[in-house]
Nanobody
Protein backbone atom coordinates (compact mmCIF):
# COMPACT_ATOMS: atom_id res chain seq x y z
CA UNK A 1 0.00 0.00 0.00
CA UNK A 2 1.36 3.39 -0.97
CA UNK A 3 1.64 5.85 1.86
CA UNK A 4 2.96 9.39 2.25
CA UNK A 5 3.71 10.33 5.84
CA UNK A 6 4.32 13.96 6.77
CA UNK A 7 6.50 14.75 9.74
CA UNK A 8 7.74 17.90 11.39
CA UNK A 9 4.69 20.05 11.93
CA UNK A 10 4.10 21.90 15.17
CA UNK A 11 3.76 25.22 16.90
CA UNK A 12 6.28 27.95 16.18
CA UNK A 13 6.50 31.67 16.82
CA UNK A 14 6.31 34.14 13.97
CA UNK A 15 9.71 34.54 12.40
CA UNK A 16 10.72 31.01 13.28
CA UNK A 17 11.46 27.97 11.14
CA UNK A 18 10.20 24.45 10.65
CA UNK A 19 11.26 21.62 8.40
CA UNK A 20 8.65 19.24 7.11
CA UNK A 21 9.51 15.81 5.81
CA UNK A 22 7.39 13.50 3.70
CA UNK A 23 8.44 9.86 3.67
CA UNK A 24 6.96 7.71 0.96
CA UNK A 25 6.50 3.97 1.29
CA UNK A 26 4.94 1.25 -0.80
CA UNK A 27 6.58 2.37 -4.04
CA UNK A 28 9.40 4.58 -5.20
CA UNK A 29 8.73 8.15 -6.32
CA UNK A 30 12.30 8.80 -7.43
CA UNK A 31 11.14 9.43 -11.00
CA UNK A 32 7.99 11.40 -10.17
CA UNK A 33 7.10 14.98 -9.33
CA UNK A 34 6.25 15.67 -5.70
CA UNK A 35 4.87 18.67 -3.93
CA UNK A 36 3.29 20.36 -0.94
CA UNK A 37 -0.13 21.94 -0.59
CA UNK A 38 -1.75 23.49 2.44
CA UNK A 39 -5.21 24.25 3.71
CA UNK A 40 -6.03 26.83 6.33
CA UNK A 41 -9.28 26.74 8.32
CA UNK A 42 -12.19 27.91 6.23
CA UNK A 43 -10.07 28.20 3.08
CA UNK A 44 -9.50 26.12 -0.01
CA UNK A 45 -6.43 24.01 -0.60
CA UNK A 46 -3.48 26.08 -1.78
CA UNK A 47 -0.37 25.12 -3.73
CA UNK A 48 2.84 25.70 -1.80
CA UNK A 49 5.77 24.13 -3.66
CA UNK A 50 6.68 21.36 -6.09
CA UNK A 51 9.80 19.67 -7.37
CA UNK A 52 10.64 17.65 -10.46
CA UNK A 53 11.81 14.07 -10.19
CA UNK A 54 15.51 14.93 -10.08
CA UNK A 55 15.20 18.21 -8.22
CA UNK A 56 16.28 20.09 -11.31
CA UNK A 57 13.32 22.45 -11.16
CA UNK A 58 11.31 23.78 -8.26
CA UNK A 59 8.13 25.83 -8.16
CA UNK A 60 6.71 28.02 -5.42
CA UNK A 61 3.60 29.95 -4.62
CA UNK A 62 4.28 33.68 -4.62
CA UNK A 63 3.34 33.82 -0.95
CA UNK A 64 6.25 31.56 0.07
CA UNK A 65 8.96 32.45 -2.45
CA UNK A 66 12.19 33.39 -0.75
CA UNK A 67 11.06 31.84 2.54
CA UNK A 68 10.35 28.18 1.75
CA UNK A 69 12.62 25.66 0.04
CA UNK A 70 11.55 22.29 -1.33
CA UNK A 71 14.09 19.52 -1.81
CA UNK A 72 14.18 15.77 -2.13
CA UNK A 73 16.35 12.76 -1.41
CA UNK A 74 15.41 10.02 -3.85
CA UNK A 75 17.56 7.47 -2.06
CA UNK A 76 15.33 7.97 0.98
CA UNK A 77 12.12 8.38 -1.01
CA UNK A 78 11.62 11.62 0.90
CA UNK A 79 10.72 15.20 0.06
CA UNK A 80 11.34 18.13 2.39
CA UNK A 81 9.95 21.59 2.91
CA UNK A 82 12.18 24.01 4.79
CA UNK A 83 10.07 26.90 6.03
CA UNK A 84 11.78 30.06 7.27
CA UNK A 85 10.46 33.43 8.40
CA UNK A 86 7.12 31.86 9.20
CA UNK A 87 4.14 34.15 9.52
CA UNK A 88 0.71 33.75 11.07
CA UNK A 89 -0.71 33.42 7.56
CA UNK A 90 1.29 30.21 7.07
CA UNK A 91 -0.84 28.45 9.67
CA UNK A 92 -2.45 25.49 7.93
CA UNK A 93 -2.45 21.74 7.52
CA UNK A 94 0.35 20.87 5.11
CA UNK A 95 -0.11 17.96 2.74
CA UNK A 96 2.53 16.07 0.80
CA UNK A 97 1.63 14.81 -2.63
CA UNK A 98 3.14 12.72 -5.42
CA UNK A 99 2.25 12.05 -9.03
CA UNK A 100 2.18 8.86 -11.07
CA UNK A 101 3.29 10.73 -14.20
CA UNK A 102 7.03 11.19 -14.62
CA UNK A 103 6.65 14.58 -16.26
CA UNK A 104 4.05 17.29 -16.35
CA UNK A 105 3.35 18.98 -19.70
CA UNK A 106 3.97 22.49 -18.41
CA UNK A 107 4.76 24.53 -15.33
CA UNK A 108 1.11 25.25 -14.67
CA UNK A 109 0.50 21.55 -14.06
CA UNK A 110 2.69 21.57 -10.98
CA UNK A 111 0.24 23.96 -9.30
CA UNK A 112 -2.83 21.83 -9.91
CA UNK A 113 -4.17 19.42 -7.29
CA UNK A 114 -5.71 17.16 -9.92
CA UNK A 115 -2.29 16.37 -11.43
CA UNK A 116 -1.25 14.52 -8.30
CA UNK A 117 -2.33 11.02 -7.38
CA UNK A 118 -1.18 10.28 -3.86
CA UNK A 119 -1.70 12.42 -0.76
CA UNK A 120 -0.58 12.25 2.82
CA UNK A 121 -2.87 12.80 5.78
CA UNK A 122 -1.31 16.16 6.54
CA UNK A 123 0.60 17.77 9.37
CA UNK A 124 -0.53 20.84 11.30
CA UNK A 125 1.66 23.92 11.27
CA UNK A 126 0.62 26.66 13.66
CA UNK A 127 2.40 30.00 13.74
CA UNK A 128 1.74 32.20 16.74
CA UNK A 129 1.84 35.93 16.18
Amino acid sequence: QVRLAELGGGLVQAGGSLRLSCVASGRSFSTNPMGWFRQAPGKESEFVAAITWNGGSTYYADSVKGRFTISRDNAKNTVYLQMNSLAFEDTAVYYCTAAIKHFFPNERSYYATNEYDYWGLGTQVTVSS
